[in-house]
């Protein structure tokens, strides 16, 4: 009777029990490329977790099924998983393979082969161990193999975890494989360099601007850029190889300082305080609401977090989507780039999620959209900054009510043409106009109506004047126009055109007219800038006491000219 059990445990043994008579033969051959092993793997799930190797050996487990779809993702489960493989070597030399799983954030991966004398082996390990456990020292779960000559040869996996289940096991000769993570590596170098060039392109640019945006943009990207290198593997590898806890936890923690930093820089970027304050309350509730999950995260299980950090995720990113759409509405420049990077961004993170639960397959692009996504993401957040920026330039040297350049930008601007102009030889004129008997306009319709005309003129000239001319509000119901490449007669024509545009307005219903004065810097005349304002002020004020509603041309005097002459003949 005893050699009867020993006969039948044999069989078992070499035979798998009855999952063998399941599964197909993977053919082993000389430089075995990269091949998926889905569609030859054999499946079974445990949904207690307790079965041990010897059970599914004897066959007291309710058996292998064959596995026939590329992909095989089990989403969120309570469930183990044992996939059993056969290999076949039909060469007259042993094999040396590599089977390798490509998902990193497994809790307990245990891998059974037989060694030569027939004695079944173990290498257990998982992200809920010790990176030393790992027979391979690399971010995924890497097993080598030797196939004897002539021969099959069964192993078995156990996947078991409490975030998302994904099998994605590959096998190849050592060669192949050893390229392949090569590339992947090229691949990681570049996606880091980039997260690390936008760092050190923010930090440069927050030096220079002292705009505290910055600081959230850039928490946001490193906490971010770390959260990846959790998810694929490369920071338990090289940061706490020796902290599975840590390995583990480190995965939401940086997911909620992301959302904490995101969501605060988002409400920066786009003004949500002033464009969108409703929903910005909102905004400020779910960031307490990350804070509070922030606190709590290193006292309890992962398995008890992740479904409330998966639905923070999902408020958050709708939240920061509607408060984009509502700046965006609403005239916000930063906006445009905000919402192409969130647009994108969404479509990463449902690919990304989709495959966590099982919806979509298991492979390089659905397992890296996140980083992708993210990667292109933080480029175009990247503009968002800089429109930010210029817009806040913009203010800077913008009129709130005309949108013509204020008199900040008209007196940085000034110097710089009337040099421009002396280095090349050309003239430059300057034109100043009046709104006529303003102060009566706002004592008898009010300021709100003295706002109105003050917007006409500015209408006016906005559609009037072209670059490289230069239009502004000087201050007040007096605007300057720079005339580049312009002599006076050309610039009297174009002063002409404004007044009798001006004569035609009725802001509001008024009649309205402007008095305008005009100079030019030509001949090596009035060259410092404010002998060239003075000098069209002076025009200006010529036309208001010749009768206003006119254009007067300013004339060096002829003592100017000749003291201007004088060098030129010597």
């Known amino acids: 009777m005893s050699k009867l059990h020993a006969l039948c445990l044999l069989l078992c043994l070499v035979c798998g029990g009855r999952a063998e008579a399941n599964s197909d033969s993977i053919p082993v051959q000389a430089n075995m490329p990269v091949v998926k092993l889905a569609e030859h793997m054999s499946l079974m799930e445990d949904p207690s977790g307790e079965l041990s190797l010897a059970q599914v050996i004897a066959g007291d487990t309710p058996g292998f099924t064959r596995w026939h779809s590329p992909s095989a993702n089990f989403g969120f489960t309570a469930s183990a998983y044992w996939v059993a493989l056969t290999f076949e070597n039909t060469q007259a030399r042993p094999a040396d393979l590599f089977i390798r799983q490509d998902y990193p954030l497994i809790d307990y991966l245990d891998f059974w082969y037989q060694d030569a004398n027939g004695n079944w082996r173990n290498h257990a390990t998982g992200d809920r161990r010790q990176f030393k456990s790992r027979p391979v020292g690399v971010r995924d779960f890497v097993f080598p193999l030797q196939v004897p000559a002539h021969a099959k040869m069964r192993v078995y996996f156990r996947f078991k975890s409490d975030g998302p289940i994904n099998i994605s096991l590959s096998v190849a000769a050592p060669g192949p494989a050893l390229t392949q993570v090569a590339s992947e590596q090229l691949l990681f170098g570049a996606y880091y360099g980039g997260f690390l060039v936008l760092v050190i392109y923010n930090l440069i640019l927050f030096l220079a601007v002292k705009d505290r945006v910055y600081v959230f943009y850039m928490v946001y990207v490193v906490s971010y850029g770390l959260y990846m ?39 920066e970027v786009n003004g949500t305080q002033k464009l969108a304050p409703k929903t910005d309350r909102v905004a400020v509730v779910l960031q307490m609401a990350s804070g509070v999950l922030l606190l709590v995260t290193p006292f309890l299980a992962y398995q008890q977090l992740v479904l409330a950090y998966s639905l923070q995720t999902i408020f958050v990113c709708s939240v920061i989507l509607v408060l984009g759409t509502l700046c965006w509405l609403r005239g916000s420049v930063p906006a445009r780039y905000f919402m192409a990077a969130w647009l994108l961004f969404m479509v990463s993170v449902l690919v990304y999620m989709f495959k966590q639960f099982g919806l979509l397959p298991h492979n390089f692009f659905t397992q890296n959209s996140f980083q992708m996504g993210s990667l292109l993401e933080m480029v175009l957040l990247s503009l968002a900054l800089g429109a930010r920026v210029n817009e806040m330039q913009k203010l800077g040297y913008s009129d709130a009510l005309t949108g013509l350049a204020n008199r900040r930008h008209f007196d940085e601007r000034l110097p710089k043409e009337l040099d421009q102009a002396q280095r090349a030889g050309a003239p430059l004129s300057l034109l100043v106009l009046d709104i006529d008997l303003f102060k009566r306009i706002n004592d008898a319709h009010g300021h709100a109506k003295g706002d109105q005309v003050i917007a006409a003129v500015g209408r006016i000239l906005r559609k009037n004047v072209r670059r490289p001319s230069f239009a502004s509000r000087y201050g007040g119901e007096e605007f300057a126009v720079l005339l580049p490449n312009t002599a006076i007669d050309q610039a009297q024509v174009l002063a002409e055109r404004l007044r009798k545009l001006v004569e035609t307005e009725r802001p509001g219903g008024m009649a309205i007219t402007a008095s305008l004065g005009v100079a030019c810097c030509e001949d090596g005349l009035l060259t410092a800038p404010g002998a060239l304002f003075e000098a069209a002020d002076t025009a200006l004020y010529q036309a208001k006491a010749d009768g206003r509603n006119q254009v007067c041309l ?17």
């Open 229 to 267: 290198s959790v998810h694929n593997g490369l920071s338990f590898q090289y940061f706490w190889p020796n902290s599975p806890w840590l390995a583990n936890q480190s995965l939401l923690l940086l997911l909620g300082i992301s959302l904490l930093f995101g969501l605060q820089f988002s409400r």
């Open 554 to 570: 300013y004339e060096v005097p002829a003592a100017s000219r000749r003291v201007e002459e004088e060098p030129e003949r010597s």
